[in-house]
């Protein structure tokens, strides 16, 4: 179940919140794990068992080694939280290349499976199994690791359960620790201006995802569409800011939905992105980017490994195995591990060679950053190699064969798309925010929201386009 | 509500959303007051209506339940009887044993369990049942539409013209349901699959293209043509080289259900210098004069309505061109297959579907001014599926790939 549809907006968000009204403040977690559980299985019926199962067994072996006080059984869970999601992630992808690559493993698999993997079909990956890992792990660590302060007691399994299975955060983040909200878990308060503010911040969350993302990504579907064979360097950079901006808008837009409905249950969901395009460098990016992503990824990896205290050498390499998990945390596609490489040697390279300059000179840093984005996006969102490499090639203008989608085509999509393109500048930069910041309490700011909510819901109405990028995850 | 507020605080957007849920119940209320039975029809057909994604980068209204209530009201006013169609389309009643005759030749359908094409006089009823059960009957209209066996079948009063065509290769002939077939085209049967779908039926048919002397000619031939259609003719507007001259009325989700209803379509820029301008198509061919018009549509009608319907539509556009322009050569397209992943991931957007409508736009084909044309052969594997490597989404070709339907297009020219 998607937030961006009829069926949350209208069906399950106004029954849910009006159980969760009527309960008391205490049994409120209870309504939220088995809410959550619902939304999960609409979604996922038979894979909302291997949420349990994880749940279960995470949260045994948590109190079991809370009790005994051994540490290496927190280490035991983590590793098999990982391992199933590696499973499920990797399992398909690595088995489909040693088959493709020849390997003659083929009788190990299944009936069926084996045909499937050998035509490059992914198996179908549980519903956000990446996010609910990642949280599962954080909670492990966290919880788990430290020594408990004198006369503290272990977090109950509805605590803990609510929070990993919270619906605003559990298909596509922000992945949350739970110190964040220890303290409202126990009595969540409903109340008026936490249902206002945060239906505001729902609201914006769908108008980015409905009105923005959504439309212009037709307009990167379009250029592939066309195909890789003859497209003009013009248009291939058209699309690909069109899908800069998509993916955008998209996660943006999504993650404050996610806050939104955190809010209106009483919960403070941390932000999850914080004006990402205005980044003067990738350093920069990286901390305005899927923020709760780049944070799990140093608390729970890099510093674990060392993080930058160990010595040069060892920096890099804790870089470089971080950027690599980051890249396919992302997707199971040897695009996503060049596109979390690549960003490995663009830090790398900031952190040593050019980053003082970059600060000293923003215009500098702003236009390197505005340039290779488009060209990181169209790595991670192009997975097949040959298309990629032809794209690519068309971005440099060394297109395949004559330019067949060349000017007229790129004419009539600017006409077509020119407003909307206008429309998501203007949302991208920190205005939006900053109008946010000063007159959020305004009521021409509630009517302009109300009013976006309104037509979103009337795009969603009409069947238009309503993919989610960041779903497969 | 735990006093979290402080005085003076009012909550406009709380306020806001409460007025449109008691605004929105208070419609829903209205309409059941006022008009029941269309708003318990809207109820259902809208539970069962598909989720109707942009695939083709098109903007695509849910008229279903509009296109069925539509239907359900010119029936009922007699206006939808496929007999009253014209004096010069008549029924041929004993087509059924042409239809037997086509599947013993075929050899593979044993007598008891056949469905093939049961080819006798329209049944009213068949349309009434077609146009009116909408998304509500699914199982039971698959039932009807079921076509029985050609048991009982009349002898025919005349030869077969040649195999695979109708009962005397000339005439138009009708389905059960309704369906216009056309008497010029050879249909090739095969085993249908019992379906349960409101917007189409398997007929075990595949129409071939008209059979005709065509003449191989250059890119001037289309200097003087009407390019009428969906997102796909916009890629030949795009890929041809013929847009300098020809006129293109083509648009993203072009179909002929939205034209029945009054909708212009865009007459696509000559240069690529902008995004053209909406015309009224009729309006349009009063105008202006051409030599040849092609028309390419179905892809965005595979939801509205049913085939019989989309026929009925398709057959109004094409009387409105041979009336507009009656020297004009008139070129009806095929609809490309769908690929194999693609196909079926949308309720309605599958082969059979894309199949039924050709066989519908066939049957207005009469090989003197009207000639059917189809290019799937040129584009899918032996299964019917669109080739997977000329092919982003499953629906639309590669602009490297649109030179090969052009070319096809100059292999398959009527010069008179």
Redesign the interface.
Known sequence: MLFSGLDFIFRFLPVFLIVYRLVPARARKGVLFVGSLVFYALGEPVYVLLLLAELVIGYALYRISSHTRKKWIMGLAIVLEVAVLAFFKFGAFLSGEVLRLGGGAGWIFPEGMADALAKGQEIALPLGISFYTFQLIAFLSDEGMREPSPGERPVSFGSFAAYITMFPQLVAGPIVQYREVREDMEAPAMTLRGLEEGGKIFAAGLAYKVLLANPVGTLFRSVLTAGVRGLGAENAWLGAIAYTFQIYFDFYGYSLMAIGLGKMLGFSLPENFREPYSARSFTQFWRRWHITLGRWFREYVYIPLGGSRAGKARTIRNLLIVWALTGIWHGAGWNFLLWGLLFFVLLVLEKNVYGRFLEKHAVAGHLYVLLLLPVTWVIFGISDPGTLAGYLRSMVGLTQGPVLTGSEVFMRHLHTYGALLAACLVCATPLPAQLWERYRKKVWMSLLLFAAFLFACYELAIGSSNPFLYFRF | ??G??KPG??????I??LL?SIGSLGIGIYHMVTAPDSALTYLQSHAERP?????L?D????AFPEAIADAAQETAEGRNDPADAGDRLQPVADAQTSAAGLSEDGGETPSGSSETGDLSAPGSEQAQDSAGAGAREDEENGAEGMQETPGDAQDPTEEPAAEGYGPNGRDPYFTEDGLQLSGRIRYQTYEPALTDSPYYTDRGLIAESSEYAYETVEDDYFADAAFIGDSRML?LH??SGW?ENADFYCENGFSVFRWSKGDPVTLQ?H??????TKVDLETAMREKHYGKIYLLAGMNDLGYGNTVLFQGWLRDLTDMLRETQPDAVLYLLSNLHISKEQDGVQPAMDNLNTNDKNVAISGLADGENVFYLDANPLFCDADGYLLPDI???GY?L?????SRWADFLKEHAVVR
């Open positions: 509500m735990t979290k507020k605080e009012h909550f406009p957007f709380l806001l959303c449109l989720f109707w994604t942009d695939l980068g903007r695509i209204p849910g890629g795009d890929y847009m820029s240069e690529g210098k902008n995004a053209g092919t982003f989404d639309h590669y602009a490297a790939d649109y």
